[in-house]
């Protein structure tokens, strides 16, 4: 009986010591990220751009639901070091999670994407769910048209 006692207390504190949330992060420390392009660029590799929904402030301080969109762009060798270039020079950390749309260039799709693909499939925070479109024109020109449509992007 004192057993089961000892082992049941243990138990109890376990579920309050083990919760799962020891090293909770703010979303305020995060961009993240909607859309990526990724286009043939002059002097390097390629020209990786990100548009990054920019959360918009109510009143008093409150944030609303609704946000709208800034694009980055930054000329490197691959993805995953253009999103450290990215990363340094930003004050927040570029977050994939929520990225609904992978856009490459019909230039860059004709070389072959294989390559991309494979590089975002490791990335454990690009969603199985994320479109992929090949746009005739650049992807910096489809996420450009897409920002500029008026639309909230909402959180919700």
Request: neutral net charge; charged residues 20%; aromatic residues 8%.
């Amino acid at each position: 009986m004192i057993k089961r006692i000892f082992i049941s207390i243990i138990l109890i504190a376990l579920l309050f010591v083990i919760t799962g949330c020891y090293d909770a992060k703010s979303i305020e420390n995060y961009s993240y990220v909607i859309g990526l392009a990724i286009d043939k660029s002059d002097s390097e590799k390629i020209k990786l751009s990100v548009q990054i929904a920019n959360s918009s402030s109510g009143e008093g301080g409150k944030t609303s639901q609704s946000t709208k969109s800034s694009i980055i762009s930054v000329d490197c060798t691959d993805i995953p070091s253009g999103i450290n270039i990215i990363n340094n020079y930003s004050t927040k950390k570029i977050n994939l999670s929520h990225c609904t749309v992978i856009v490459f260039s019909e230039e860059i799709a004709s070389e072959g994407i294989k390559n991309y693909i494979d590089t975002l499939t490791y990335n454990l925070e690009v969603r199985p769910t994320t479109n992929i479109i090949i746009s005739k024109k650049t992807g910096l020109d489809f996420l450009n048209s897409a920002a500029n449509s008026g639309e909230d992007f909402s959180s919700r």
